[in-house]
């Protein structure tokens, strides 16, 4: 096997004093820093030199051209008006026809505050849980139940977002769903919790509260145990408690991916997961449920008005990219930690 | 003074171990009641007798199951885009992650760089959905293979993998051996890479198995399409599962049933994740840690 073969001469190498035996001469073989070190050549060395890796690269190029390069290229067609016969770059310029047509639409400040209101709510809700999970399973004292429990945490992750929202639907059936057997059993009178509009975010938070909490306390936790044990060490001789110990130790060791996460959080403010919304959305809840990416599947792609739904997507990410900026900044100031 | 303090750490102690027993019995007991319900009795599943353990026994809801031709296609479906899809995405994965980790690689900085600008920046749904048809790639059976090829955040990872793992000089040992870049993939860097292969296997077969939004867009044949899009039109419109005539006697036994059946498609649904999950667990936290260490 070459890897044997190739640790042994090296072996050999060194016992020799870098003299190498290999019955080859030694001109004829690959400079030895060959690998390892950068070095300025020009583009036909350069070409020549790393051609394989090259191939090894090109699958991987070409399909990040064609899937993410081309359409990325396309949102020019939101300010045209798009016309598949004449493609992305000859269809006619309208300028901002497109976005003024959407801030002026009935829709837009439904859309907004609903896209909004379940981010929000997710930061407040669902945020926090997973940094709670991870700072008490770190004061497991017995290693076995903290494994369980973590695995057990971690196996929601692994259910599908349609089966969770079938899960939702079957649990919630106001005749034979579990939890408004739940509500009968202590006497109260069961609610159609899908027929409700008042119900969707409640329902929408919960769910993903109960599918990502353990999954996302992975991150936390690895932070964990990145910190300094002889911190604990010299807290516990100054006499500090347990509790103490998390908010003067933990909590500030893993600030820092705290607010990564934090910052990345707000970066995906306006845009909110397709999957998840257009499952749950029927007809009762659709006012609080059309948010901007069902918005833009059902008119994009559904009813056929490429231009204008590519100009929202557009303004979408505009609006995400301000606010990565600026929260950024502001943690940078405040906290000096920072994406970039 | 002694008394005290351990006193108060044997409370601690037990408030820990309650908040974690209780996190992990929220996150169990859908999941035991699922199972539980798929397995019971339909009268006592309709009539809410079924709280956490089985009522009754009975597997008629799978026997159902197996005998609906759509949701047999649709398991056949997603089985081959799970184990095709994930073949691609890990292969191509890793031969460009390797190619990164190599800092000799000419022009790294410019092609690492093309690779995390579109992670940042995308076309969005409508113009990706545009280019797709374009290139005549609308509902044909590779669509959802090749969809999705990589994602650029395991590339990444792959390749802090095996710049962070691999020893340079194995790779420079192996040259001197006479090794082109090709054999030092195939016979070095792919024997030594497994955790990662792991940690890229359960990221991209879980995505295929649970993906349901490229389905939903680009395929419109009945016959292509994966489990999870039967699984919404049953689970979440609340549709009846087709079966041949003969799979339940009656209607009414049938509306007796549908409760019972979807809890056991469920179960069937998961099952596959269920079954990896034991073997893959111990990758979890080493896949989130090589991750984190160079976003």
Known sequence: MVVINAVEVKRQAIRDNGHIHTGKKVKDMPKKKDIGIKRNRTFAQGMRHSWQLYLLLLPA??????????????????????????????????????????IRSPQFVTLIRNTVSLNVLRLVFCFPFPIFLALVLNEASNAKFQKLVQNLTYAPHFISTVVLCGMIVSFTSPTT??????????????????????????????SDMWKDTGWSSIIYLAALAGIDPSLHEAAQIDGASRLQRILYINIPGIASTIIILLIMEFGKMMSLGFEKVYLLQNSLNLPVSEVISTYVYKTGLLGAKFSYTTAIDVFNSMINCCLLLVVNKISSKVSETSLF | MNKKVYG????????????LLLCGLIALYPLIFVISASVSDPTAVN????????VGFNIKGYKAILKSKWIVTGYRNSLFYTVAG?????????????????????????????????????????????????IGLYNKWYTLIIMGLISVYNVI?????????????LQEAARIDGCSDFQIFGRLILPLSKPVVAILCLYYGLGHWNSYFNALIYLKDKNLQPLQIFLREILVQNETIQMSSDALDSLIERALMAQTMKYSLIVVASLPMLIIYPFLQKFFVKGVMIGSVKG
Request: proline share 5%.
């Open chain 2, 157 to 169: 990872i792959t390749r802090s993998f095996i710049s962070g793992s691999i020893p340079l000089e």
């Open chain 2, 47 to 54: 009539s809410g007798k079924v709280t956490f353990f089985p």
């Open chain 2, 86 to 134: 994930t073949a691609l995405n890990v292969s191509v994965t890793l031969m460009a992650g390797y190619a990164l980790s190599r800092k000799d690689l000419y022009g790294r900085k410019f092609i690492t760089l093309f690779m995390m600008f579109t992670m940042w920046f995308s076309g969005g749904i409508i113009t990706t959905y545009l280019v797709v048809n374009k």
């Open chain 1, 61 to 102: 190029m070409v399909y990040l051209l064609i899937f993410h390069y081309a359409p990325l290229y396309g949102i020019q067609i939101a300010f045209r008006d798009y016309s598949p016969g004449l493609g992305f770059s000859e269809s006619p310029f309208v300028g901002l026809k497109h976005f003024l047509y959407f």
């Open chain 1, 177 to 206: 769903g579990i939890i408004n057997t739940f509500i009968q059993a202590f006497g109260g009178k069961p609610i159609d919790f899908m027929g409700q509009e008042s119900w969707f975010r409640p329902i929408y938070i919960l």
């Open chain 2, 8 to 19: 108060s750490e044997k409370t601690f102690n037990i408030m820990v171990n309650l908040i």
